[in-house]
């Protein structure tokens, strides 16, 4: 009993490092890294930002994740990716957003954020309309 004990327990430590090891990382940033408007990415002033004590008042609604983006464009410095949010937001009247980078370093740049998967692909149908036909949808896991 003892020996199955030991092989048992050497067989769960390899498991344990090889899937720790050699699988990829989920890369669930939307909790980590809330998204955010671009206005409000350049022009929040310190006394704006929520401590982490006001987040727990906070409705759990509001704290849950969209469960999709549009996608427009994507690029790799943030200063660019703040530029041509801003003109976006100019030129479409619309909630223009600035994703985390991604693990390759790129940001992206969302055109709204939408609550389900069904309203975001009815919606992109009218954003490649609208001058962006590269537009493609992202659903964060």
């Given at each position: 009993?003892?020996?199955?004990a ?15 090891t ?81 693990a ?38």
């Amino acid at each position: 009993m003892k020996k199955f004990a030991l092989i048992s327990g050497l067989l769960f430590l390899v498991v344990y490092f090889w899937v720790n090891t050699f699988t990829k990382d989920d890369d669930s940033y939307e909790m980590a890294f809330p998204s955010m408007t671009v206005s409000t990415l350049t022009d929040m002033e310190q006394s704006e930002i929520p401590a982490r004590d006001d987040m727990a008042t906070l409705n759990p609604v509001t704290l849950q994740a969209p469960s999709a983006y549009i996608i427009i464009a994507s690029l790799s410095d943030l200063e660019q990716a703040r530029k041509t949010a801003d003109s976006y937001t100019a030129q479409h009247q619309a909630d223009i957003f600035i994703l985390p980078p991604t693990a390759t370093g790129f940001y992206r740049i969302s055109y709204g954020r939408y609550s389900s998967t069904v309203e975001a692909e009815a919606a992109l149908e009218l954003v490649k309309q609208s001058g962006f036909p590269e537009a493609w949808l992202l659903v964060p896991r």
